[in-house]
């Protein structure tokens, strides 16, 4: 595996397995790695002959107050890793690589990301559109892979790949989870041991809206009831940045749940900020 830094040398070494006629596999990551990033390296690498896994701390997608400086890094480690689940390439640029002291160009979608966690973060989506569009133009990825813990990201990213015809095909892996139901994620970390005592519980009431919905419930307004009055009792840590039913694909609000249906949340247990998502209707 080679590690490269700079985005010309990653160019031009995707420029050479393209003109040797061997397809690029990307996943695009911010580090820190735990088993549901192993899970898309692993994908990924069974759909191209090359495998190029990024790690950058976007600083463009954290807004004021956030945590950029504090979000947690252990470059080694995450290069083992790296290796370890087949990348060719794992690319590491340094931000002044990647944004120019006079960058002025973004990437939007929006109408998806005005909601959910646009509600909080509301230059979030567009400093990771841009990003990864960078990516993509960089690597002239055939196929990239992305979560489904991140469900609105990867929709918005769906959109901009097919508003702006981007060549790359984008491929969506289950969220990989603790034992208890609880989604990996990097900012676990963050947590005390009595938030993480509670954390469960975000994807079991999740759990209680779908059985809810699948048993005949259709109000989003009640569906949504259910699972705050559930939290109320057993999340008493939790604070709630959003609970939203949304179209899986728009990012639309629904009222009634009469088609494809997606509850998504975002729970703040004390420095971490934890999101999850469950289809209600598929």
Excluded at 27 to 44: F, K
Excluded at 233 to 240: A, H, S
Aim: glycine share 6%.
């Amino acid at each position: 595996m080679q590690i490269l830094t700079n985005p010309q040398e990653l160019a031009a070494k995707c420029r050479a397995w393209h003109a040797q006629g061997e397809d690029i596999a990307l996943v695009p990551t911010m580090g820190y790695y735990h088993a549901g990033h192993e899970d898309l390296m692993v994908h990924a690498r069974g759909l191209a002959k090359r495998l190029v896994v990024s790690l950058f701390v976007n600083p463009a997608q954290f807004g004021p107050g956030e945590d950029l400086e504090a979000y947690p890094r252990n470059a080694e480690r995450d290069a083992a890793i790296a290796e370890s689940r087949g990348a060719d390439v794992l690319f590491m640029p340094e931000p002044g690589s990647m944004y120019a002291p006079d960058h002025a160009t973004w990437v939007e979608v929006p109408e998806l990301a005005k909601g959910l966690c646009g509600q909080s973060r509301p230059i979030h989506f567009r400093g990771v559109c841009t990003v990864v569009l960078k990516l993509f133009m960089l690597t002239r990825a055939d196929v990239a892979v992305f979560g489904q813990k991140d469900w609105q990201q990867q929709a918005i990213i769906r959109r901009m790949v097919r508003d702006l015809n981007v060549p790359t095909r984008i491929e969506a892996r289950p969220t990989v989870r603790e034992a208890d139901g609880l989604a990996l994620s990097s900012r676990n970390v963050y947590m005390t041991a009595a938030e993480r005592a509670q954390a469960p519980e975000i994807r079991a009431a999740l759990l209680y809206a779908q059985k809810l919905a699948q048993e005949g419930e259709t109000s989003a307004a009640l569906l949504r009831e259910a699972v705050l009055r559930r939290w109320a009792e057993r999340l008493p840590l939790g604070r709630l940045d959003y609970l939203s039913i949304v179209h899986p694909e728009s990012m639309a609000q629904l009222n009634e749940v009469n088609g494809p249906a997606l509850m998504a949340c975002a729970v703040r247990m004390g420095k971490a900020r934890l999101i999850d998502n469950i289809l209600l209707r598929s």
